[in-house]
Nanobody, 115 residues
C-alpha cells in the first residue's frame, strides 16, 4: 500500500506560478513512475507530466516549456513547478504513483487560475 499526500494548490492570477508537491509513503518500490494528472470540470483526466525514478520525463504538449517536473528519490517526493499559468490550467491536479505491481492516486489538489 502506498499513500500519497499532495500540497501546493491554490488560486493564482494568469501568468503566475505555483509549485505542487506529492510525497509517497508506505511500500514504495525503488523502480517507479510518479507524475501529475489533472481533471477540469466536464473533462476527462489527462496526463500533465510524469517522471521515472531514473529521470525520464514526459509532458503534455499544452504544458511544455511552462511546467517542470522533478523528483527527490530519497524522499519519494515529486514536484511540479508551474509557471506562466493560464486559465485553461484550472483543474484538480492528482498525483499518481505506479510501480511494476500497482498504481495509486492522491486525493487531488485544486489549482485555479483567474483571468
Amino acid at each position: 500500500q502506498v499513500h500519497l499526500v499532495e500540497s501546493g494548490g491554490g488560486l493564482v492570477q494568469t501568468g503566475g506560478s505555483l509549485r505542487l508537491s506529492c510525497a509517497a509513503s508506505g511500500v514504495v518500490f525503488s523502480i517507479n513512475t510518479m507524475g501529475w494528472y489533472r481533471q477540469a470540470p466536464g473533462k476527462q483526466r489527462e496526463l500533465v507530466a510524469m517522471a521515472t525514478n531514473g529521470g525520464i520525463t514526459n509532458y503534455a504538449d499544452s504544458v511544455k516549456g511552462r511546467f517542470t517536473i522533478s523528483r527527490d528519490n530519497a524522499r519519494n517526493t515529486v514536484y511540479l513547478q508551474m509557471n506562466t499559468l493560464k486559465p485553461e490550467d484550472t483543474a484538480v491536479y492528482y498525483c499518481n504513483y505506479r510501480d511494476v505491481k500497482l498504481g495509486y492516486w492522491g486525493q487531488g489538489t485544486q489549482v485555479t487560475v483567474s483571468s
